[in-house]
């Protein structure tokens, strides 16, 4: 533990129990309003991000994927380091305006209720392709939703859908009853996830963990 209670970034314990790294994030704050759990902490662990990457393909292990696609921004972070790992590609769904070339749109709604728009080139995906898609969290499953569009109007295949975290809302749910999913939250701490606040974080020294009712 450092001084604010929180476990070391580079602590590896001994015994590695199911989803061990979930204990290196940090609640946050977006802003005043979105409350966030903020898994980026433990991408700093290589240990963590190793088990993370792993656990997230374990039920895709005997899949065919040609190519794993990451949502922008955090998505990016995961995506790759899985593409990596299976030694396949890796593209970029982003948010409207960065991609520089001919790209399909896709509009959508996220946890913030804003109007927001992914894209995708449109010279990468093929009809039939098998494409893993992976992003940081799922929470109301807009963004997951609208990459998954984007894919399957350019006839490409989801295989499936990976994320740290599934919280069990209604387009979380639908996303796991239509396609096959992968997350590293183990079923005691889905409730938790659910209700965005860790018990854990009681640890934490200052106030700035106090459950938040968002
Ligand atoms: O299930 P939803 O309600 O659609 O929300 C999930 C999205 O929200 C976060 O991204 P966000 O755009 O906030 O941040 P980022 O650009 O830092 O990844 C998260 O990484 C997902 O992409
Ligand atoms: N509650 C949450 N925690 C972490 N990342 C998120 N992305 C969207 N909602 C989130």
């Not at 970034?9 to 199911?18: E, G, Q």
């Not at 790294?21 to 898994?39: Q, V």
């Not at 963590?48 to 955090?74: H, Q, R």
């Not at 209700?195 to 963990?209: E, V």
Request: charged share 20%; with cysteine; aromatic share 8%.
């Amino acid at each position: 533990m450092n001084s604010e209670g929180q476990m070391e970034v580079s602590t590896v314990p001994a015994d590695k129990k199911r989803g061990w790294y979930l204990s290196l994030m940090a609640p946050n704050t977006k802003g005043p309003t979105f409350c966030w759990l903020d898994p980026s902490r433990l991408y700093c662990n290589a240990q963590a991000l190793a088990d993370c990457v792993k656990d997230l393909l374990s039920p895709f292990n005997t899949d065919s994927i040609d190519l794993v696609a990451g949502i922008d921004a955090m998505g990016f972070i995961l995506g790759a380091s899985i593409a990596t790992s299976l030694g396949k590609g890796f593209l970029a769904i982003r948010k409207a305006g960065h991609l520089c070339v001919a790209t399909q749109k896709q509009n959508y709604s996220d946890y913030t209720k804003r109007e927001k728009t992914l894209e995708v080139r449109l010279d990468v995906l093929k009809p039939g392709m098998r494409v893993l898609v992976v992003d940081q969290w799922i929470e109301t499953g807009g963004t997951m939703k609208a990459a998954i569009q984007l894919i399957e109007s350019l006839e490409a295949t989801v295989v499936g859908v990976a994320a740290v975290a599934i919280e069990n809302t209604e387009g979380g749910k639908w996303l796991k009853d239509n396609y096959t999913f992968s997350h590293c939250i183990p079923e005691e701490l889905q409730g938790q996830i659910d209700g965005k606040y860790l018990n854990f974080f009681k640890s934490f020294q200052d106030g700035y963990c106090d459950k938040r009712v968002i």
